[in-house]
Nanobody
């Protein structure tokens, strides 16, 4: 069974930075999977934040462009989300999604909490 574990969340002041990590285990050929970060704030639905395809193409939510960067290390089966210039509205539970549409599989982690507050 594939396991996906997020880490790196925490409490940070506005303008601060955090780096989220998402490690996938018991997965073969990690490089063929597309990776995404999705967040959910209290009382709101899940929201796409960023994704990075197996081909290296990245996309971002408009409100995080220029502040967040998604990257991956296929040798470590890990995807990262570098978050800079954090704002209170970035507060949410951040989930990692590992997906391969050709194989019709998708895996989710349990999430890591990011709180931006003074």
């Amino acid at each position: 069974q594939v396991q996906v574990v997020e880490s790196g969340g925490g409490l940070v002041q506005p303008g601060g930075s955090l780096r989220l990590s998402c490690a996938a285990s018991r997965i073969s050929r990690f490089s063929i999977y597309d990776m995404a970060w999705v967040r959910q704030a209290p009382g709101k639905s899940r929201e796409f934040v960023a994704d990075l395809t197996s081909c290296g193409s990245a996309a971002y939510l408009d409100s995080v462009k220029g502040r967040f960067t998604i990257s991956r290390d296929n040798a470590k089966n890990t995807v990262y989300l570098q978050m800079n210039s954090l704002k209170p509205e970035d507060t949410a539970l951040y989930y990692c999604n590992v997906v391969n549409r050709s194989l019709h599989v998708t895996y989710w982690g349990q999430g890591t909490q990011v709180t931006v507050s003074a």
